[in-house]
């Protein structure tokens, strides 16, 4: 496997008490592989991508578990080791581009700037590389572009920037996270086409984040379900999409939207909200919202398990034998 992560917990250390946004997380992705991870706000989406990269803001700290890289232990690297595999190894487009891109240098030199460190070329030829990616990546007038400031450009277009700095080092591995929020519907297909072209055109394996369950299994391979700190399924995205088997994935299955599902049809929806990290129920934590929920399922956390063709962790959903 490419990336191999194995019991990842995520601590921090509030006044409320302690809080576990990734609580036991583990799965692996493979050279190649678009996996998709999934869940509402708060479920811990993000602070998985963060962990992974070490970014984790303070007072959170990784705490326990393995993140391994090509068999590369991520976590006991050491600073000047760690810079070369972000960006080099690893990828990472953040939420907000806005945000992420340094608003006081222009795009072009953003992205050479990763070209000339993790691709070890000359200026000039980092400058022509440059232009050739935002070409690449779908940017029109790139020269022109890559001499714009990030205010300069659009949404959709400071997001095609960032990916282009993401890429530039040509990682093995790309995390994608949220990569469509406040885009408009043309511009959220654009760049999930975008994430398909990189996949197959550079060979990179993506770790791609949304709560848009609808954009992920038009993307990913393979899907992970994520609910209050943990993972609750993982399948193939086929699978998931023909029979989701966890309630917490039927519940965001049903949410989405259909065309031509009926005049005056209503959403589905999922009863009550994510609970608070500083206050989770006993047991499974989904079961206060589960229509299926069990007097075991308040007294005892379900392991993620084999259920055939897929991963599960819930008590209604038979084990393999």
């Not at 400071?158 to 043309?186: F, H, N, S, Y």
Request: hydrophobic content about 40%; glycine content about 12%.
């Amino acid at each position: 496997m490419l990336l191999s992560v194995s019991g990842l917990r995520t601590r921090f250390e509030v006044d409320e008490g302690e809080l576990w946004p990734v609580n036991g997380v583990s799965f692996a992705v493979a050279a190649g592989e678009t996996l998709g991870l999934v869940g509402e706000s708060g479920s811990g989406k993000s602070m998985v991508a963060l962990s992974i990269m070490d970014l984790v803001p303070s007072p959170g700290r990784v705490v326990a578990g393995e993140v391994a890289f090509e068999g590369l232990d991520l976590l006991s690297l050491g600073g000047a080791a760690k810079r070369r595999m972000r960006g080099g190894g690893i990828g990472m487009v953040f939420q907000d581009p806005a945000v992420s891109l340094n608003p006081v240098y222009r795009i072009g030199d953003q992205i050479a700037d990763v070209v000339r460190l993790h691709r070890g070329l000359g200026k000039a030829e980092a400058r022509r590389e440059t232009v050739h990616l935002l070409g690449d990546l779908g940017i029109q007038e790139p020269e022109k572009r890559a001499r714009a400031y990030p205010f300069e450009l659009s949404g959709g277009m400071r997001q095609r920037a960032q990916i282009a700095v993401a890429v530039a080092g040509r990682p093995k591995l790309l995390i994608a996270d949220e990569p469509t929020t406040a885009l408009d519907a043309t511009v959220q297909a654009e760049i999930c086409d975008l994430l398909k072209y990189i996949q197959g055109e550079f060979g990179m394996s993506i770790l791609l984040i949304s709560h848009d369950l609808a954009m992920v299994t038009d993307v990913a391979d393979r899907i992970m379900v994520m609910y209050a700190g943990r993972i609750v399924e993982i399948g193939h995205w086929t699978a998931i999409s023909r029979e989701p088997r966890h309630p917490y994935t039927k519940g965001l299955m049903g949410a989405i939207p259909h065309l031509g599902a009926g005049s005056g049809r209503p959403l589905e929806s999922i009863p009550g909200t994510v609970p608070d990290l500083a206050d989770l129920p006993t047991g499974c934590s989904f079961h206060p919202r589960c229509p299926e929920a069990g007097d075991d399922c308040q007294a005892a956390l379900p392991r993620l398990e084999d259920v055939g063709d897929r991963l599960c962790a819930c008590f209604r959903v038979g084990r393999s034998k």
